[in-house]
Nanobody, 120 residues
Framework: QVQLVESGGGLVLPGGSLRLSCAAS????????MGWYRQGTGKERELVASITRTGSTNYADSVKGRFTISSDNAKNTVYLQMNSLKPEDTAVYYCNVQKVTGWAHVDDYWGQGTQVTVSS
């Protein structure tokens, strides 16, 4: 099992910044990718950003140029630096980990979610 603990959410003004952290523990071997999803009220969960163990990153078009995902593999921790925040960024943000458990088999693990609210 993999356990994920998120932190860093909160209330910020438009244009402000937050940094989310997600630390993985437990059976952390063979983790291939970590990422962040978000779900606003009345909306579907969407991928925000992801990063592989080799450092390849992927971002939703809506956050490109504003958000940066990074990881510390030694600490099994992933971060999301969020700058120039907009009200539409308001959502619950979920950490996600993908772990290889067998040949061509990948399991997904999820954090508890952390609320990000951007409002004046």
């Amino acid at each position: 099992q993999v356990q994920l603990v998120e932190s860093g959410g909160g209330l910020v003004l438009p244009g402000g910044s937050l940094r989310l952290s997600c630390a993985a523990s437990g059976s952390v071997v063979r983790i291939t990718a970590m990422g962040w999803y978000r779900q606003g009220t009345g909306k579907e969960r969407e991928l925000v950003a992801s990063i592989t163990r080799t450092g390849s990153t992927n971002y939703a078009d809506s956050v490109k140029g504003r958000f940066t995902i990074s990881s510390d593999n030694a600490k099994n921790t992933v971060y999301l630096q969020m700058n120039s925040l907009k009200p539409e960024d308001t959502a619950v943000y979920y950490c996600n980990v993908q772990k290889v458990t067998g040949w061509a088999h990948v399991d997904d693990y999820w954090g508890q979610g952390t609320q990000v609210t951007v409002s004046s």
